[in-house]
C-alpha cells in the first residue's frame, strides 16, 4: 500500500488556485474517493510521484507519449533547439519539414495547418467546413469528444460523462441548434438525419475509432455511410484523428479501414508531448484559409520549433516501428485479463486497436454511449482504488482509454495482468 501524504498536501494548496486544483477536469479524481497524485517526473513507461512512489503508466499524458516518459532521443532534440530559441512568429524549416512527414504517413492531409491543441484543431476544421460549404449545421455522434469549443461540446462523453452533465453553461443555444447529434455506430439514424437535413449540413465530425468514451472501434459500414452520405450531399467528412492518428495504427483509422476523409485533425502523438494539434486535407478545401482563402485561422504559437522538433522526433522513430509488437502484447494482456475475469465470474469486457486498449464492466455489447452508460461503474471504481495502489497509473474514469507505449516490456505486461486478478478478487 502507499502513502499519498504529500500529494494530499499539495492538492489542499492546489484548490486555493485553481478551480478543482487542476488544469483539466479529468486529472481531479472526481468520484474515486481519493485527491490526485502528483507527479515528480517520468522516465519511459514509469511515473514518479512527490511521495516517492512509482508507477507502470497507461494514461501516458491521456495518449500523446506513445514513446514513453522523456524519450531520450526525444529529449536530446529538444535540447539541441532549445538553445536556439523558442519560438520566432515566422517560418521555420520544421514546419515544413513536420508537414512533409505527416503527409508521408497520412497522404489524405494534403495541405495542413499547425496549431497548439487537438480542441484549436477541431475547432479551425469545423469553422472551415462552415466557410468551405456555407452551411451551418454540423454533426456530431453521442459519446465522441472533439474539444471544447462551443459547437463541439454537445453530448461529448468522458469529461462532461464523469461529470453527469451533457452540455456546458456558457454556451450559447443558438450555437448548439446547429449542431445535430446522433447516437455512435447507428447507420439508420444517419441515414434519417440526412434524408431531413442534407443539403442544410456544413460536416460531419467523428472519432473513427471513439476513445473518449471508453474504447468503442466504429464499425466499418458505419464510417462507410457516413463517406457515401457526405459525398452525395456535398458536406465535409472531418475524421478527429487526435486520438486514434498514430495510435491505432501508424496510419491512423483511415489507413486502417481504407476510408478516406476530406479533412483529418490531429493532436495528441502529433506533438510527442509538446502542445501540438494539426488539421488538413483535400487542398480545395484547405485553400480556403486565410491568407489564400478567407476563412479565418491563426496562432501566435503555432508551430513553434520545439513542437515542431518533438512531432518529428516522434513520429521519425514511429515509422520505424513494428505496430504488430505492441499488438501482441496486448492481445496476451486481453486474453489473460479476461480469463482472469471470468474465472472471478465479473462480467468484463477488454479490448484494444494497436496501442489503444479500454475495459468495461460488463459482458454486454459496447457500441455506443448508452452501452457504456450500463455497465458497472462501482466495480470501475473499485478497480481504480486497487490499481492505483498496487502501482498502476490508470485513468480515473470509467469513459476512457488506455494506452501502451513502444516502452512497456512484457514483464510490465505481467505485473499488470496480476493486479486485475488480484483486483477482480476482491469485488
Ligand atoms: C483529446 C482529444 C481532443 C482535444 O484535444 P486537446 O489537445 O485536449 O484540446 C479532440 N478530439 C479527440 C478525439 C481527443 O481525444
Known sequence: ????????????????????????????????????????????QYLYDIDGNSYVDYVLSWGPLIL?????????????????????????????????TIQSIVPSMEMMRMVSSGTEATMSAVRLARGYTGRDKIVKFIGNYHGHSDSLIVDAGSGLATLDINTSPGVPKSITYETLTVPYNDVEAIQRL?????????????????????????????????????????????FDEVMSGFRCDLHGAQGLYGITPDLTTLGKVVGGGLPVGVFGGKREIMKNITPEGSVYHAGTLSGNPLAMTAGITTLTQLKEEDYSNISRKLDYLSEKV?????????????????????????????????????????????????????????????????FLSTKHTDDDIEKTIQVFSDAFKTM
Open 68 to 100: 514513453g516518459h522523456a524519450d531520450d532521443t526525444v529529449i536530446s532534440a529538444l535540447k539541441e533547439t532549445i538553445d536556439r530559441g523558442t519560438s520566432f512568429g515566422a517560418p521555420t524549416l520544421v514546419e515544413t519539414k513536420l508537414a512533409q
Open 338 to 402: 479476461q480469463a482472469s475475469a471470468n474465472r472471478n465470474g465479473i462480467p468484463f469486457t477488454i479490448r484494444h486497436v494497436g496501442s489503444m486498449w479500454g475495459y468495461f464492466f460488463t459482458d454486454g455489447t459496447v457500441e455506443n454511449f448508452d452501452d457504456v452508460q450500463a455497465t458497472n461503474k462501482d466495480n470501475f471504481y473499485k478497480f481504480f482504488n486497487y490499481a492505483i495502489r498496487n502501482g498502476l497509473y490508470i485513468a480515473s474514469s470509467p469513459f476512457e482509454t488506455s
Open 194 to 238: 440526412f434524408e431531413n437535413f442534407g443539403d442544410e449540413i456544413a460536416g460531419v465530425i467523428v472519432e473513427p475509432i471513439a476513445g473518449n468514451m471508453g474504447l468503442i472501434p466504429g464499425k466499418k459500414e458505419f464510417l462507410q455511410k457516413l463517406r457515401e452520405l457526405t459525398t452525395q450531399h456535398g458536406s465535409v467528412l472531418i
Open 1 to 44: 500500500m502507499k502513502n499519498f501524504e504529500k500529494s494530499i498536501a499539495a492538492y489542499k494548496e492546489a484548490v486555493r488556485y485553481m478551480p478543482g486544483g487542476v488544469n483539466s477536469p479529468v486529472r481531479a479524481f472526481s468520484n474515486v474517493e481519493m485527491d490526485p497524485i502528483f507527479i515528480e517526473r517520468g522516465k519511459n
